[in-house]
């Protein structure tokens, strides 16, 4: 799986491609039906498949004190392109320049620049210069600059429910992380680096792999049931609090993942953790003797919900 950027030259190897096109935020059942549209057109040619996608988002760009709202990293991004089977990963840097690029000189770089023989994207994908290019405007200036558009209907869940980011946004805000996860097919995931905390939690008998949130959306603050997955491949069973901490005069936003039955040296190393399930909102205890017993209990709860939940390949 291959890196580009859309300000490099693409590759000799990597030219021809099917380009599945969008900005894939999440990748959740609705983008996995536009990428496995691609993969399974290129694989009838022979082609390679380039998921190409957008960062910042364009969100990001235009509204700069926007809330933090992103599903994925880039990197996460990359992971599950390569496991729905595409070649490479190509990112349009949206900047000033990109924001003023016409629909027409858009889908030229897709031809002279890319050279994609071929486009496929969701039905509501728009592009260009205050978003003027539509699927249609895509279909007209594709053929006649010699590659085809697949459009793909938007897909709707078992209670007919369109799937989308902004659907799983709102779960996660609200807590529902069983909702989050169908639409997604796999549990939230914020991944960052463990850095140094306060100690205090290792000082009770519950140590805790802390994580900056940085740009991801926030979840409803609260202690979950998590699952995290460490850079060898290692998954662990765990309770964590998300939020800022309220006990504790400094507030901090943290998640804060304790491992059951671990004792490894986790600082410095970037880990993965899932949101499984909300147990129970951010509180402010008495003392800090009752916040200790509440982990006790917030623990115990967590691994009779993580023992009812399958954990995923």
Not at 161 to 166: A, G, Q, T
Request: charged share 25%; net charge negative.
């Amino acid at each position: 799986m291959e890196r580009l950027y859309s300000d490099e030259p693409v590759p000799a190897h990597l030219r021809g491609a099917i380009v599945a096109l969008g900005n894939f935020d999440g990748f959740h059942l609705g983008h996995q039906a536009v990428v496995g549209r691609a993969v399974r057109r290129a694989a009838e040619g022979g082609r390679p498949v380039i998921v190409a996608t957008f960062d910042p988002h364009p969100a990001r760009f235009f509204r700069p004190d926007a809330l933090p709202f992103r599903l994925t990293t880039l990197d996460q991004r990359e992971r599950l392109f390569a496991a729905a089977g595409a070649s490479a990963m190509l990112v349009f840097r949206f900047d000033a320049a990109m924001a003023a690029t016409s629909a027409q000189d858009f889908v030229r770089m897709l031809v002279e620049d890319v050279g994609a023989v071929g486009v496929v994207t969701g039905a509501d994908f728009t592009f260009g210069k205050a978003r003027t290019g539509s699927v249609a405007t895509l279909t007209e200036l594709g053929a006649a600059m010699g590659f085809v558009v697949k459009a793909v209907d938007p897909i709707t869940d078992a209670e007919g429910l369109l799937v989308s980011s902004s659907r799983i946004r709102s779960a996660l805000v609200d807590g529902d992380c069983a909702t989050a996860t169908r639409l997604l097919t796999r549990p939230f995931t914020i991944e960052g680096e463990v850095v140094h905390g306060d100690k205090v939690g290792r000082e009770w008998g519950f140590p805790t792999a802390n994580l900056l949130i940085a740009r991801y959306l926030r979840p409803a603050y609260g202690v979950y049931a998590v699952r995290g997955r460490l850079p060898d491949g290692t998954v662990l069973d765990g309770a964590a609090n998300l939020g800022i901490r309220p006990q504790f005069d400094v507030p901090k936003e943290l998640l804060e993942p304790h491992f059951f039955d671990f004792s490894g040296n986790l600082y410095g190393q970037c880990i993965e953790v899932e949101l499984i399930h909300r147990i129970r909102g951010e509180e402010k205890f008495d003392s800090f003797e009752a916040l200790k017993g509440q982990i006790g209990r917030d623990c115990e709860i967590a691994r009779h919900i993580l023992a009812d939940h399958p954990r995923l390949a």
